[in-house]
Nanobody, 122 residues
Framework: VQLQASGGGLVLAGGSLRLSCAAS????????MGWFRQAPGKEREFVAT????????YYADSVKGRFTISRDNAKDTLYLQMNSLKPEDTAVYYC????????????????WGQGTLVTVSS
């Protein structure tokens, strides 16, 4: 499966962005999906994950209540709605397919998209 993330940009603190991740190549609806982010000089970290049907979601404590992960299986697209953005949310955001193991770890995912940069200024 190929993933293409988009929607990043520059936003003021307190603002909102919606990221999209378009999938192609295999049946999107058969996969649990996730969003991760990586800030400069830091390791890639878990942001959110969503089950195949969208009925089950988990979030990192740092984004809980501000970010919402969702998916549209008819459009083969994953989303991340980000509200109340903070400067510490600045990072490259990646979407990926969950394969096996720990849903909170990047090691459990494959078919990473190319990433989209989110910059939050104070």
């Amino acid at each position: 499966v190929q993933l293409q993330a988009s929607g990043g940009g520059l936003v003021l603190a307190g603002g909102s962005l919606r990221l999209s991740c378009a999938a192609s190549g295999r049946t999107f609806s058969t996969y649990r999906m996730g969003w991760f982010r990586q800030a400069p000089g830091k390791e890639r970290e878990f942001v959110a994950t969503i089950s195949r049907t969208g009925g089950n979601t988990y979030y990192a404590d740092s984004v809980k209540g501000r970010f919402t992960i969702s998916r549209d299986n008819a459009k083969d697209t994953l989303y991340l709605q980000m509200n109340s953005l903070k400067p510490e949310d600045t990072a490259v955001y990646y979407c990926a397919v969950f394969i096996v193991g720990n849903v909170y770890s990047p090691a459990g995912y494959d078919y990473w998209g190319q990433g989209t940069l989110v910059t939050v200024s104070s």
